[in-house]
């Protein structure tokens, strides 16, 4: 295909784009050119939701959920819940490269980080100090639980069962999260397919909640046979329909990448219609496509594309 390579990624990131371009351009793989895409984002802390400094959880801290996967040899490496270290992709990549495992999560994931090289440090910013004070001061929703009430004595937590059994408040958690993960994929000249993707999830997040980023087939899959697809949204929700898995698996039965897309969207809708989520997908010859679930009050869905047509990034929606 003459398009080829392709880069193309969540939301309007344009100087992770432009970092995975140049990495392929500078001669580096797929996955370097995810990694290092991704990796940009994580030090622009890209619109506060990827990367350190953004969306602390129910206690103020702010925890990384990455994974990265090979396409050729269907390799993955991911880590959920990761603390203190900012390139949760990078550690991802290492979950990959030097183990035999697929996803490592919490305080061991950072553990293994640390042994690895990666630097430990205070992932708290004074933006998300402020987004968690203001919590504390304001209103303190459990946003993320069902059926409980907060202690009396406190307006925050701890949180208790409720003992009177409540309708599940699903607008509420569809209503609550922030949305801006980075997913991405990149293809070469030589059919070479890699995705990944970024996150530091959801504010006031349940310690502990992992979302869909670094669950395989949920946040990203790639088969360099097929394609690959990347999703961002409200991943609670969102993981439950493997919507990556599907729009790859979709592309391998001859959909074109954008009915792919939609699919994996509308098997979301069925079940949950105001859930907000958008998925971006690609077949083996460079065809893109995305789809997301217009909901009101959520910003348009867009995202990034570079190719040999353009190699500047261009916006889409
Ligand atoms: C999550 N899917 O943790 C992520 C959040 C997100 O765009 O996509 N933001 O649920």
């Not at 939301?11 to 050119?33: E, H, I, M, R």
């Not at 639980?145 to 004595?153: A, C, E, G, I, L």
């Not at 059994?165 to 949305?179: D, E, F, G, K």
């Not at 790639?222 to 592309?251: H, I, K, W």
Request: aromatic content about 6%; hydrophobic content about 35%; glycine content about 10%.
């Amino acid at each position: 295909h003459t398009s080829l390579p392709l880069v193309i990624n969540t939301w309007p990131f344009k100087n992770a784009t432009a970092a995975a371009w140049n990495a392929l351009q500078s001669g580096g793989s797929v996955l370097d050119a995810v990694e290092k895409g991704c990796a940009r984002c994580e030090m622009e802390q890209c619109d506060g939701s990827v990367g350190y400094g953004g969306n602390p959880d129910e206690t103020g801290e702010t925890t990384l959920d990455a994974m990265i996967m090979n396409g050729d040899t269907m390799d993955v490496g991911a880590v959920a819940d990761l603390r203190r270290i900012k390139n949760a992709i990078g550690v991802a990549r290492a979950v990959m490269e030097h183990t035999e495992h697929t996803l490592l999560v919490g305080e061991s994931a950072s553990v293994f980080a640390e042994n690895m090289g990666f630097v430990a440090e205070d992932l708290t910013t004074n933006k998300s100090v402020n987004i968690f004070s203001k919590w504390l001061k304001g209103n303190c929703q459990p946003n993320y639980r069902k059926n409980v009430f907060p202690n009396p004595s406190k307006s925050c937590g701890p949180y208790k069962p409720r003992a009177t059994v409540r309708r599940n408040t699903r607008a509420q958690l569809v209503n609550t999260c922030s949305h801006d993960t980075i997913g991405m994929i990149v293809l070469d000249q030589h059919g070479h397919l890699a995705a990944g993707t970024s996150t530091n999830g959801l504010t006031h997040k349940i310690p502990g909640r992992v979302g869909d980023s670094p669950i395989v087939g949920a946040g990203a899959y790639a088969d360099s046979s097929a394609g690959a697809a990347s999703a961002t949204g409200n991943g609670d929700l969102m993981m439950r329909f493997l919507p990556s898995y599907l729009a790859v698996e979709l592309m391998r039965a001859g959909a074109d990448p954008s009915a792919a897309c939609k699919t994996a969207i509308s098997r979301i809708k069925r079940h949950y219609s105001d859930f907000f989520g958008a998925i971006i997908c690609a077949n083996t010859t460079g065809h893109y496509g995305a789809a997301c679930n217009k909901v009101p009050g959520f910003s348009q869905f867009h995202f990034m594309v570079s190719n040999s047509e353009s190699d500047i990034p261009l916006l889409k929606s």
